[in-house]
């Protein structure tokens, strides 16, 4: 956000919002409510992160009078956390409360804006809290029973004329702090996984509840060295609570998070096993270890090596790629081979010799690829 799009008072409280806030928050729509400065942006849509979906609120400042504390304006499905905040407010003792923060604005310090909307969103939790336990459903009433002491867990209450009411928890998984276990990972924010349970409600009784319906989310920069979609759900078993359910999911992803975290020195000694063939690498990953390029040359034809790495390395070989430093196409780029994966391979073989297949492999796949380069129509 720059002083040129919006107030230098308000650009400041959206820069420090987008930049300290502990959880994903975005600007999805910027335009300005101002007659007399059409051209300078006053009112923002925010997108926050919350039970491992978003809510969007509008935040409206006032371009004429940058000083002056902003509005906010909740989405339409959240009608009456309005109402929930104004009883809230009417409680002694609540210093926090966001109305507080409005009549206390200091429009000069930078953070009023992200402590406002922090404590919007913890407001937010506990009307959806509420909004649950008020549910005339039996079971999701013990469900809750079971994990109340259960450290952040969040919820939500859905329901509209064309969708059915249901529950969705967002269940933090793993006491674990992952950012810690990689050695210089540029991660900004905490890097976690969820378990995302949806419960129908279900106003009758039923003997034999159905299974919610279960998902693994995780944050987005965790799949550099751990894929979700890999991790196979233990089966809910008939008359299971997710009191019992979440030691079982718990004890399986800890131990493929922490093999996850020990494959990156795989990865780092299979990258020194190359180097020892091809000569030092241009360019690696140095933290996550999930990519190198090489310089190689058969003959007087010189080429690059691409080696893309998955986090599921050694069962899963890697992608070659080679590109000449000699031949363009008609656009002037350099020519490219398609991804390269038919070659010598086994998990089992020790790294000094996954290197040395490869290397051998290429001898041979070069001069395929120099014949490939110059064929007429890559040239023009």
Request: proline share 7%.
């Amino acid at each position: 956000m720059s002083p040129e799009t919006a107030p230098p008072l308000i650009a400041a409280q959206l820069n420090y919002l987008l930049s300290h806030f502990p959880l994903v928050v975005k600007i999805e729509n910027k335009w300005s409510g101002s007659k007399y400065y059409p051209g300078i942006l006053d009112r923002f849509t925010l997108v926050i992160s919350y039970c491992l979906d978003v809510i969007k609120w509008d935040i409206i400042f006032d371009a004429e009078s940058p000083m002056a504390a902003p509005d906010v304006i909740f989405g339409p499905d959240d009608e009456n956390f309005q109402q929930f905040l104004v009883l809230r407010g009417e409680e002694e003792g609540d210093t926090k409360s966001p109305k507080n923060f409005l009549n206390d604005w200091n429009s000069r310090d930078p953070t009023q804006l992200m402590l406002l909307i922090q404590e919007l969103r913890d407001q937010y939790m506990s009307f959806q809290k509420k909004r649950v336990a008020e549910v005339d459903d039996d079971r999701l009433k013990f469900e809750i029973s079971t994990i109340v002491a259960r450290e952040g867990i969040e919820m939500h209450m859905s329901s509209g004329v064309d969708k059915p009411e249901e529950v969705k928890f967002s269940v933090p998984l793993l006491d674990m702090n992952i950012n810690k276990m990689v050695p210089g990972c540029p991660w900004k924010h905490k890097q976690k996984i969820y378990l995302q349970v949806i419960y129908p409600v279900e106003k009758k009784y039923v003997s034999t509840p159905s299974a919610p319906r279960l998902k693994l989310v995780s944050t987005t920069e965790l799949k550099s060295i751990f894929s979700i979609d890999d991790v196979k759900l233990p089966t809910w078993l008939n008359g299971m609570c997710m009191a019992e359910y979440l030691p079982h999911l718990e004890e399986s992803l800890e131990n493929q998070v922490l093999e996850a975290v020990s494959l990156i020195d795989v990865r780092r000694r299979f990258i020194e096993a190359l180097a020892l063939q091809f000569g030092r690498p241009l360019e690696a990953d140095p933290v996550f270890c999930r990519k190198a390029t090489f310089l190689a040359a058969s003959g007087v034809f010189t080429f690059l090596v691409h080696v893309l790495i998955s986090t599921q390395f050694p069962k899963q070989q890697p992608e070659l790629m080679l590109q000449s430093s000699q031949h363009f196409n008609s656009q002037g780029a350099p020519i490219k081979s398609l991804f390269l994966t038919e070659y010598p391979w086994s998990p089992r073989w020790e790294i000094p010799l996954m290197a040395e297949r490869i290397c051998d492999y290429l001898t041979d796949e070069a001069l395929n690829f120099k014949r490939y380069c110059n064929e007429p129509q890559l040239q023009h």
